[in-house]
């Protein structure tokens, strides 16, 4: 559980980590993954499991990289439009869409204990984003969209990391974290060239902020989370992994100065009651 709450904690800042750097999305991603890739490779090679490595490279890790170079563009980009608080409690809505999916293929109606936790995460998301959406300005509502494209992505890279990840040694969540964060990192350069963004960091403080994404939000948060996830039943990883959109609000409103009411607090509790709820009840119904 240790691990599992450290991990949480760590990726935690890779929100603020973005904020700082005030850059491009596609270059904070490319930097983020580029840096958490050679981090987690390093890893390998220091505990002599780098063959690890070479068996995921293949297509599931690979083709997942894809996914997940698409969700961090658009959480970057949310993230850069309404602030790492907001950002990080809507893209935590895949759990939602996971456990849609899974209904769907299962071809069973999600429980209703589930459809419950939705409609109180929905409601909680209403009182953060939803009063008076229509005279926001245009770029809250970009971000609020990101934020939500995020989600879904984020889900299509959690379902297809499960597949990447085959291999049931030790070594295997680092190998398939590395080599889908050295792929991305690839995909995202000619992404970055074609949108015509600067690899030039502006400052000393962007690249510290880079490097701190990519070691401590890429590379250390991960390996921490995929190691303490084995010992922890899942209700408990759910209810500990919430840490991480809550904590990304805190430091929004600690080290951004995000003015907050009542009704939105409100709104963030009842949200990240909702999907934690929906985390541990989600699931089709047993015929």
Not at 1 to 8: E, V, Y
Not at 56 to 81: E, K, Q, Y
Not at 173 to 178: F, Q, S, T, V, Y
Not at 182 to 191: E, Q
Request: positive net charge.
């Amino acid at each position: 559980m240790g691990l599992l709450l450290f991990g949480a904690a760590c990726i935690s800042f890779s929100a603020v980590f973005v904020k700082l750097a005030a850059v491009a999305p596609s270059i904070s991603a490319f930097y983020r993954l580029a840096i958490g890739g050679l981090t987690l490779l390093a890893m390998l090679a220091a505990t002599n499991n780098l063959p690890a490595a070479r068996r995921a490279m293949r297509w599931p890790a690979l083709g997942c990289a894809v996914f997940f170079v698409c969700d961090l563009l658009c959480w970057h980009a949310s993230i850069n439009h309404i602030g790492p608080g907001l950002a990080t409690l809507v893209g935590n809505f895949q759990v939602f869409l996971i456990t849609v999916a899974a209904a769907v293929a299962a071809r069973r109606a999600p429980r209703p204990g589930f459809l419950a936790a939705m409609a109180i995460a929905l409601f909680g998301l209403y009182l953060v984003v939803g009063r008076g959406f229509a005279d926001q300005t245009p770029e809250f509502r970009l971000g609020v969209g990101y934020g939500l494209a995020t989600s879904v992505f984020y889900a299509l890279f959690i379902m297809t990391l499960k597949k990447a990840v085959t291999d049931h040694g030790r070594a295997a969540p680092m190998a398939a974290m590395a080599v889908l964060s050295l792929a991305g990192a690839a995909l995202l350069v000619p992404i970055a060239v074609s949108a015509e963004a600067s690899f030039v960091l502006p400052s000393a403080r962007s690249a510290l902020a880079l490097v701190g994404l990519g070691v401590v939000g890429q590379g250390v948060g991960w390996l921490a989370i995929s190691m303490g996830l084995a010992g922890v039943r899942p209700a408990l990883a759910g209810l500990i992994l919430l840490l991480q959109p809550t904590l990304s609000y805190l430091w929004d409103v600690l080290f951004f100065g995000k003015a907050t009411g009542p009704v939105e607090l409100a709104g963030v509790a009842l949200a990240l009651g909702g999907i934690y709820l929906g985390s541990v009840v989600g699931g089709p119904e047993k015929s």
